[in-house]
C-alpha cells in the first residue's frame, strides 16, 4: 500500500550516507522554494558545499517542494540561463 511505497522511499534516502556519494563536478543551479517543508533552507544551502564546479543557488519565494510544476516559468529561465 501507500504506506509501504513511503517506507522504501524513505528507506533509500536512509541507505545514502554523505560520505558514498562524491561531489558535483558539473555547473550546477539549485533551484529551491522557499515554502518547501521536506526540504529547510539550511540543507537546500548545504548543497554547495558537495559541488566542486560553478554553483548557484536560486529561492523562489512562495513556491514549496514542487518546483517544477509550482514555478515551471521560473525553472525553464534558469535553465536557459545556465545552458545560454
Known amino acids: ?46 548543497c554547495a558545499a558537495r559541488v566542486a564546479a560553478d554553483y548557484r543557488f536560486v529561492a523562489l519565494p512562495g513556491v514549496g517542494h514542487w518546483v517544477p510544476e509550482q514555478a515551471a516559468d521560473a525553472v525553464a529561465e534558469e535553465i536557459l540561463a545556465r545552458v545560454g
Request: aromatic letters at 8%; zero cysteines.
Open 1 to 46: 500500500g501507500n504506506r509501504d511505497a513511503l517506507t522504501a522511499a524513505l528507506n533509500w534516502y536512509r541507505a545514502m550516507r554523505r560520505s558514498d556519494l562524491p561531489d558535483v563536478t558539473v555547473p550546477t543551479t539549485y533551484v529551491w522554494g522557499e515554502e518547501d517543508m521536506a526540504i529547510g533552507r539550511t540543507a537546500a544551502e548545504s
